[in-house]
T-cell receptor, first 117, second 113 residues
Framework: AQSVTQLGSHVSVSEGALVLLRCNYSSSVPPYLFWYVQYPNQGLQLLLKYTSAATLVKGINGFEAEFKKSETSFHLTKPSAHMSDAAEYFCAVRPYLSGGSQGNLIFGKGTKLSVKP | ETGVTQSPTHLIKTRGQQVTLRCSSQSGHNTVSWYQQALGQGPQFIFQYYREEENGRGNFPPRFSGLQFPNYSSELNVNALELDDSALYLC????????????FGPGTRLTVL
């Protein structure tokens, strides 16, 4: 079964510092990969997605992620953290299904990002 | 373009009761997926509906059931509520093709006492 591992349930950075949130997936075939952000008491908002095009994916709010097949990783980065980035971040994988139909998302347990002034 | 909406926002039930949660999908989307997010956890897939038929199910018992209507809106029904059913229930809509992302609603917070 496919799975997603997010290293670090809680990451704390200073404002202006680099943000690095780690995600590793298990899959024999490169799947579709996603990063979502969840603010308190809200649903999930898509930050970016990888769908087998460019390995470096740029998303909203200055975030980007790089797909590395050899490492089965899809880490999320942002060069300079802002206070408004404080939220919970979820990495998710959607297995590739034949026929182009869509499967369900498999989420990691999430990483809570805190940003210190 | 209207996003995904869910109702109610919050709900409190007691063990053994039944609950119905509702979701309106984003305009033009034909697929609805439901997820359960327990406190401190990532969302877990319950099931997906496409053109009014169940199109995949996660590891949830049969007391979790759903419906999709011709306008692609959806309901999640849970019978015989248990304390562990307390969670945030998220609905996501999408187009039924591989690379398209799922758009999530704000969720319904269910508390079972």
């Amino acid at each position: 079964a496919q799975s997603v591992t997010q290293l670090g349930s809680h990451v704390s950075v200073s404002e202006g510092a680099l943000v690095l949130l780690r995600c590793n997936y298990s899959s024999s075939v490169p799947p579709y990969l996603f990063w979502y952000v969840q603010y308190p008491n809200q649903g999930l908002q898509l930050l970016l997605k990888y769908t087998s095009a460019a390995t470096l994916v740029k998303g909203i709010n200055g975030f980007e992620a790089e797909f590395k097949k050899s490492e089965t990783s899809f880490h999320l980065t942002k060069p300079s953290a802002h206070m408004s980035d404080a939220a919970e971040y979820f990495c998710a994988v959607r297995p590739y299904l034949s026929g182009g139909s869509q499967g369900n998302l498999i989420f990691g347990k999430g990483t809570k990002l805190s940003v210190k002034p | 373009e209207t996003g995904v909406t869910q109702s109610p926002t919050h709900l409190i039930k007691t063990r053994g009761q039944q609950v119905t949660l509702r979701c309106s999908s984003q305009s033009g989307h034909n697929t609805v997926s439901w997820y359960q997010q327990a406190l401190g956890q990532g969302p877990q897939f319950i099931f997906q509906y496409y053109r009014e038929e169940e199109n995949g199910r996660g590891n949830f018992p049969p007391r979790f059931s759903g419906l999709q209507f011709p306008n692609y809106s959806s309901e999640l029904n849970v019978n015989a509520l248990e304390l562990d059913d307390s969670a945030l229930y998220l609905c996501a809509s999408s187009l039924r093709t591989g690379g398209n992302e799922q758009f999530f609603g704000p969720g319904t917070r269910l508390t079972v006492l």
